[in-house]
Structures are given as C-alpha cells and as structure tokens.
Nanobody, 124 residues
Framework: VQLQASGGGLVQAGGSLRLSCAAS????????MGWFRQAPGKEREFVAA????????IYADSVKGRFTISRDNAKNTVYLQMNSLKPEETAVYYC??????????????????WGQGTEVTVSS
C-alpha cells in the first residue's frame, strides 16, 4: 500500500489542524493505521492508532483528549484531528500501516508502510 499524507502547515498555539493520509490499493481496510511524529533531533514517536474497522483507537498520553484519529475505509483515508496544539508538537507527522493483528503497537519498526510525512509548525 502507498500512503500520501497532507494537511500540515503553520498554526498558532491553541489552534487546530486536520491531517489526512490517503492510501492506494484495495486492501486499505485490512490494515491497522497509525500516526507518528518526529521533531528535529528527536526519535520518531507514536501519536495515535486505529484498528482496521475504525472502531477502536489508542493515543499517546500526551495527546489524549486533544487529538482524534479516524478512518474512512470507503475513501481509503485516515485522519488526525489535532486541537489545542502546542509549540512542542512542531514536527513532521507520518502516517503508517501495518497488519491489523498488531494494530495496537506503538513501535515504529513494527509498521510496514509509511507516508512521506507532512510538516506541522506550531508557533508560540
């Protein structure tokens, strides 16, 4: 599967952005999907994940209550709604796909497919 992330940009602290990740292929609904982020000089970190049906989600503690991951299997797209953004959340955000049986994994190395990343800058 090929992934294309979009929706990043510049936003003020406290603002919102909605990221999208469009997938190619007819097997999108068989994959668990995740969002990760990587700030300059830091390791890639888990943000959120959703199972293949979209019915179950998990979040990093740092974003819980502010970010929402969702998916539309009819559109082969996964979303990340980000509210109340903080300057320290400036990073490149990546979507990723993996076999659904391990969709709860927060480990980047367990994901098989990655999008190219979309840059989010939160100004103070």
């Amino acid at each position: 599967v090929q992934l294309q992330a979009s929706g990043g940009g510049l936003v003020q602290a406290g603002g919102s952005l909605r990221l999208s990740c469009a997938a190619s292929g007819r097997t999108f609904s068989s994959y668990g999907m995740g969002w990760f982020r990587q700030a300059p000089g830091k390791e890639r970190e888990f943000v959120a994940a959703v199972n293949r049906s979209g019915g179950v989600t998990i979040y990093a503690d740092s974003v819980k209550g502010r970010f929402t991951i969702s998916r539309d299997n009819a559109k082969n797209t996964v979303y990340l709604q980000m509210n109340s953004l903080k300057p320290e959340e400036t990073a490149v955000y990546y979507c990723a796909a993996r076999a659904d049986y391990g969709w709860r994994s927060r480990e980047p190395l367990s994901y098989d497919y990655w999008g190219q990343g979309t840059e989010v800058t939160v100004s103070s």
